[in-house]
């Protein structure tokens, strides 16, 4: 399972708690991040999680076989609000591609987004692709509250989560 963005991976060792044979692959690029789950890690002793230090997309790309992954979370992916930041948002197209070939076929990509226009723009990035179907999906019991979200649910702000699974042909 590899984690896109896992921030302080609160939610992380919370799930990984909850399925200790589930192997994660956690990646962030945020140092101050990075430190906090390693020492959860630590604390909590969890032998399932591994910390990855840098970018999702390069990692992928460097050290992922093909076919490895039985899915990917992306959970409240950095907003980018403004309409000329959106390019810099990691649910595009390019990524998208860039990282389906390293989910099995019947692999997942769950998201999770509290910004309107950040799932329409999943929603038209998946739904562009031959490769996932899915759409949004009623939040599963099972994901924990993460750090970010919980801000969010404060304001309050809607929560959207979404659900893809890879085709097998
Ligand atoms: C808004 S935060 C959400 C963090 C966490 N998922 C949560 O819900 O609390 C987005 C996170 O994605 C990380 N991030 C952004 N671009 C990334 C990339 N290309 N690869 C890995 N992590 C990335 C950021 O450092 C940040 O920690």
Known sequence: MLEIGFGTGT?????????????????????????????????????????IEGDALDFAASRLPPNSLAGIRTYFPDPWPKARHHKRRIIQTQHVNTLTPFVRPGGFWHLATD??????????????????????????????????????????????DLIYVKSSS
């Open 11 to 51: 939610a992380t060792s919370v799930m990984a708690r909850a399925a200790p044979h589930e192997a994660i692959i956690a990646v962030d690029v945020h140092t101050p991040g990075v430190g906090d789950l390693l020492n959860a890690i630590h604390d909590q002793q969890l032998s399932n999680v591994r910390v």
């Open 115 to 160: 910004i309107d226009s950040y799932a329409e723009q999943m929603l038209q990035v998946f739904g562009d692709s031959d490769e996932w179907n899915g759409g949004i999906v009623e939040r599963p019991d099972w994901r924990p509250v993460t750090k970010y979200e919980a801000v969010a649910l404060a304001v309050p702000r809607q929560i959207t």
